[in-house]
Nanobody, 127 residues
Framework: QVQPVESGGGSVQAGGSLRLSCAAS????????VGWFRQAPGKEREGVAT????????VYADSVKGRFTISQDNAKNTVYLQMNSVKPEDTGMYFC????????????????????WGQGTQVTVSS
């Protein structure tokens, strides 16, 4: 059973930076899709970025392109989300999720495609 655990959330002013970490245990295969999703109060959970741990292919939501970077450290089974130039609309609970990847291609940031979810970490951006 894969278990993602998020950390690194907190409060930051607009224009600042934050780095989230997702450490996962229980990997039994060589390739996984790992994604970051976020949910603001009263809104649907949305995909932010994904990475295929087998080949490093990444996908970003349009709203974060050029500001956020997803990366991995396979030796540590950890995926990071570097958030730069944050905006108040980036506020929300950020969740890490994982699912087994069938190949090395891109992983769609679609909630129903991910089987394993962390508990989330709160990010609050003040203006």
């Amino acid at each position: 059973q894969v278990q993602p655990v998020e950390s690194g959330g907190g409060s930051v002013q607009a224009g600042g930076s934050l780095r989230l970490s997702c450490a996962a245990s229980g990997y039994t295969h060589s390739k996984y899709c790992v994604g970051w999703f976020r949910q603001a109060p009263g809104k649907e959970r949305e995909g932010v970025a994904t990475i295929n741990t087998g080949g490093g292919t990444t996908v970003y939501a349009d709203s974060v392109k050029g500001r956020f970077t997803i990366s991995q450290d396979n030796a540590k089974n950890t995926v990071y989300l570097q958030m730069n130039s944050v905006k108040p609309e980036d506020t929300g609970m950020y969740f890490c999720a994982a699912s087994r990847a069938l190949g090395r291609g891109s992983c769609a940031a679609v909630r129903v495609l991910f089987n394993f979810w962390g508990q989330g970490t709160q990010v609050t951006v003040s203006s």
